[in-house]
């Protein structure tokens, strides 16, 4: 398999705190992979690393050959790799149309060319598209303050995803979400990400979900990765057992 | 957006034409009043440009005062009077003023943009205020325009200039409504909401927050050399921050959700304003603090949210203020 992603030896301290040490990862492409990881171990900020959103204190990220260490998020989306958020990163004020034309119009236009009127048909033809595709039509002209849960989980995918995917990280896509609606989120953004044969990491606390939707579990603790296999294999890691599965994570804070 | 057909350029052709040939009988301080209001609606038209972005400038009088001087050292000192000259000259220098003030500011947001504007502006004042070559505190007289060369079209400025400002101000709206419809535009709005999704699309907010300073800077000047004409001199009081604080009060009263609103803001104001100045010469400063009160509370997106009630078919266009 060819490598889309590689990350050497990448570090990350925050004064006294770890967050990220010595990880060594691989991404092939089209490879779905799950990362898994109690509060605090990393995970947030292994994702903030590659898309630049934090610069690590040592290590190197490569991404299709290119070295895109330290470089801005805006540079390094302009690439391909998309990311949702844990806590959804929308418009407030705008409905879920404006959020997704804005999103298509900054992601598919450089700057310069932004002049061009922002309704135009191609881009509303792609926002319609991805409307269905999401199963979020019927919420086009709701205000996003106004939506449930899972609905604004997929609006955040569907934006991150209106320009050039070449790899998808998601950051818990399915926290905060009820439970009987996991599978189907995860069903509806997997789809999409399949049509794009875009690569995908995404950061999970539900193992069944982790164990169903993954090729390959990266597991992390205390900003070190301490499993990286087959889904099968890492879930019976010693390790992973006792520091990982082992204590049932709590859903929320790590930001 | 894709709700309802925008009628805004017909609208804002006939409207501007009426006026233009309004001007023709209307009485020549009428006439003269709604010139400085348009001449200053321009200048609103910027801080309109800036708040939707979520940016509030107190310093738009740096513009205005370049602007008005541009007109006066152009006149006085090196015989420019041409004034689509010295309107180029003043988008020349707005430019590159604001394109490097702007430099520093792309960085700051709320309070602290507002505040370095306003520093800047006072900078400005300060120096002119100092500098005798500027006229000091009482500035200057600024010679009468020319249009396109032809003085014959100044034989009666109090009909040429009206016009040129009320074109001017026209092509200006135009090309802002644009603007605001174009992606630059919502880029701008997206700013406003969230810099963190906006940098996660793959664009620069420091980058929209530098432009549309410069834009704001412009239409500033623009402004200013039309006032200076129009009346003929100008002074520090330009730059002056309350100066700059009336701007931002007429665009608080018009509203950001349409290019329309801080122009019809800027008339009424004016026309309030000499008014009250008439009436009640004693409060109508306190009479303007209480209609900024009333307008904040019960129209907090301004005079233009009562004009949008109206025709419940165009609220659809307006709606990502």
């Known amino acids: 398999m060819k490598a889309l992603l590689e990350v050497h030896n990448l570090s990350k301290n925050f004064g006294a705190v770890v967050a990220a040490e010595d990880i060594n990862v691989t991404i092939g492409e089209k490879e779905v992979v799950g990362i898994i990881g109690a509060n605090g171990a990393g995970k947030t900020t292994f994702v903030n690393i590659i898309t630049g959103y934090v610069k690590p204190t040592a290590g190197t990220v490569r991404f299709q050959g290119t070295d895109i260490t330290g470089q801005p998020p805006r540079k390094i989306i302009r690439m391909g790799i998309c990311r949702s958020f844990q806590i959804t990163q929308l418009f407030p004020d705008m409905d879920v149309w404006e959020n ?16 061009r009127p922002f309704d135009q048909k191609g881009f509303r033809d792609r926002v319609m598209g991805t409307l269905e595709e999401f199963g979020i039509s019927e919420y086009a002209h709701e205000a996003v303050s106004t939506l449930p849960q899972g609905v604004r989980k997929l609006l955040d995918v569907a934006m991150a995803m209106m320009g050039p995917t070449n790899l998808l990280l998601l950051d818990e896509p399915t926290s905060g979400v009820a439970i009987h609606e996991k599978f189907p989120l995860m069903d509806t953004i997997m789809e999409s990400v399949k049509s794009t044969g875009a690569a995908t990491i995404f950061i999970e606390h539900d193992m069944d979900i982790v164990q169903n939707y993954t090729d390959r579990i990266i597991a992390f603790y205390d900003g070190r990765v301490i499993a990286d296999g087959p889904a099968a294999e890492v879930v019976k890691n010693e390790e992973v057992i006792r520091y990982v599965i082992g204590q049932e994570p709590e859903r929320d804070g790590e930001g | 957006m894709s709700r309802g057909k925008d009628r805004t350029i017909p609208l804002l052709t006939l409207g501007f034409s009426l006026l233009l040939a309004a001007n023709f009988v209307m009485p020549r301080w009428l006439s003269f009043l709604v010139m400085v209001s348009l001449a200053r609606s321009l200048v609103v038209i910027g801080i309109v440009v800036l708040m939707r972005s979520g940016l509030v400038s107190f310093g738009q009088g740096f513009f205005y005062c370049l602007g008005g001087y541009t007109a006066g050292i152009a006149g006085n000192y090196f015989g420019i009077t041409d004034i689509s000259l010295t309107l180029l000259i003043s988008i020349a220098i707005s430019v590159l003023a604001g394109g490097l003030i702007g430099l520093l500011l792309c960085n700051y947001r ?11 502006s006072m900078i400005l004042y300060s120096v002119i205020v100092k500098n005798p070559t500027l006229g000091g505190s009482d500035g200057f007289n600024v010679p009468p325009p020319h249009i396109f060369g032809i003085s014959p079209a100044m034989a009666d400025p109090g009909l040429s200039l009206p016009a040129v400002t009320c074109i001017v101000v026209y092509l200006v709206s135009v090309l802002i409504h644009r603007y605001f419809k174009s992606g630059l ?5 997206a700013v406003r909401l969230n810099e963190i999704r906006v940098e996660y699309l793959g664009a620069s907010p420091k980058v929209i927050v530098y432009s549309k300073y410069i834009l704001a800077g412009v239409l500033a000047s623009i402004g200013g050399t039309l006032i200076a004409y129009a009346t003929g001199h100008v002074d520090p009081e330009l730059a002056y921050w309350t100066t700059s604080g009336e701007f931002v009060f007429v665009g608080l ?3 950001v959700s349409h290019v ?8 009424l104001f004016q026309v ?11 409060v109508w400063q306190m009479l303007l603090g209480f209609v900024l009160l009333m307008i904040i509370l019960f129209l907090p997106e301004g005079l233009w949210s009562v004009i949008a009630r109206l025709n419940p078919k165009r609220r659809g266009d307006e709606s990502a203020p």
Do not use: Q, W
Request: net charge positive.
């Open chain 1, 100 to 115: 997704l034309m804005v999103s298509c119009t900054l992601l598919n236009n450089p700057l310069k060319r932004l002049t």
């Open chain 2, 110 to 120: 709320e309070i602290f943009f507002a505040m370095l504007t306003l520093a800047v």
């Open chain 2, 185 to 189: 535009g919502y880029a701008g709005v």
């Open chain 2, 253 to 255: 009263l018009g509203g």
């Open chain 2, 260 to 267: 329309a609103a801080p122009v019809i803001a800027s008339v």
């Open chain 2, 272 to 282: 309030l304003r000499s008014y009250a100045l008439d009436l009640a010469p004693y």
